[in-house]
């Protein structure tokens, strides 16, 4: 974000979540509470699009402590999740042999922010001209809420 780049901010926030693949402009979550991946993160382990489980953690960054000491709602780090249908990561290097993140608890997947790219046929000509496409897109956890 710059000082000349301001409607460009403002029109990307704007954009609904099919233009960013799905990836909620608003994602509020609480330790849980049921959540749902929005793509594939990794097949052979059975995290994939649609799969749901349970927030177990919320996992802020060391630097944001004065931020939640003072009420303020730093964006988390990572967001542990448990879903009943994981299978562990295959290591392809010890012959296929199952790795947890999580030792003491098998099911619980840690859950990063990642890059959810825009596009192109959701920007609008003038932001084409004025923007790189590169730099549409937004961080977000790959997650929302279930469908009830």
Not at 99 to 118: A, D, E, G, Q
Not at 123 to 147: G, I
Request: charged share 20%; aromatic share 12%; with cysteine.
């Amino acid at each position: 974000m710059t000082a000349n780049n301001q409607d460009v901010i403002d029109t990307l926030s704007i954009l609904p979540s099919k233009a960013y693949k799905f990836a909620p402009d608003i994602l509020c979550v609480a330790i849980w509470y049921e959540v749902r991946l929005v793509q594939n993160r990794n097949v052979s382990a059975s995290l994939v699009n649609c799969a749901t489980g349970t927030v177990i953690k919320v996992i802020y960054n060391n630097a944001d402590v004065q931020m939640l000491i003072d009420s303020n709602h730093p964006l988390p780090y990572c967001i542990i999740v448990e879903f009943l249908t994981f299978h562990g990561f295959i290591d392809k290097r010890h012959g296929k042999q199952q790795i947890f993140p999580s030792l003491n608890h098998h099911l619980w997947v840690p859950i990063y922010r990642k890059k959810f790219s825009v596009d192109n046929k959701h920007l609008p000509a003038w932001m084409r001209k004025k923007q790189e496409r590169r730099y549409c897109y937004r961080m977000q956890f790959p997650l929302d809420w279930p469908a009830i």
